[in-house]
């Protein structure tokens, strides 16, 4: 095993507009770089709409932290990963994300405090 690929991870959090409309923004963990094991997956077509839209589904193995949600993202290599699962491998020694990108990915709006 060898955690030689860095991520970067980030949360959601809702920002509120001067209109007091919410929008979610997507903010740096405490830990902003975490190295990890990548094992690259299947990629798929799948019809949203009307737009045929190509994922990737990658593994991610980094060491034990209990402060990761489903709702993060994974940056990597300039494309953005929505987290899809997290199992926890060994006894609190490593997590394995599954995350998948998209190639018509969002635009995210990344906040700086």
Known sequence: M???R????YQ???IKSASG?????YSLVTLPEVYSELKFGK????????????KNT???????????????????EGQ????????????RKHLVITAEAKDN??????YTP
């Not at 860095?6 to 991870?9: H, S």
């Not at 990658?58 to 990597?76: A, G, P, S, V």
């Not at 953005?80 to 006894?91: A, K, P, S, V």
């Not at 990915?105 to 990344?110: G, H, M, T």
Request: proline share 2%; charged share 35%.
């Open 2 to 4: 060898s955690l030689d």
């Open 58 to 76: 990658h593994l991610f193995k980094i060491r034990y932290r209990t402060d990761l949600r489903e709702d993060f993202i994974i940056l990597f």
């Open 43 to 54: 990629g798929t077509e799948d019809q949203e709409g009307k737009q045929v839209v190509a």
């Open 80 to 91: 953005y990963f929505d987290i899809l699962g997290i199992q926890e491998q060994g006894r």
């Open 21 to 25: 409309m919410e929008k979610t923004e």
């Open 105 to 110: 990915d969002r635009n995210l709006d990344i």
């Open 12 to 14: 959601p959090i809702l």
């Open 6 to 9: 860095k991520i970067t991870i």
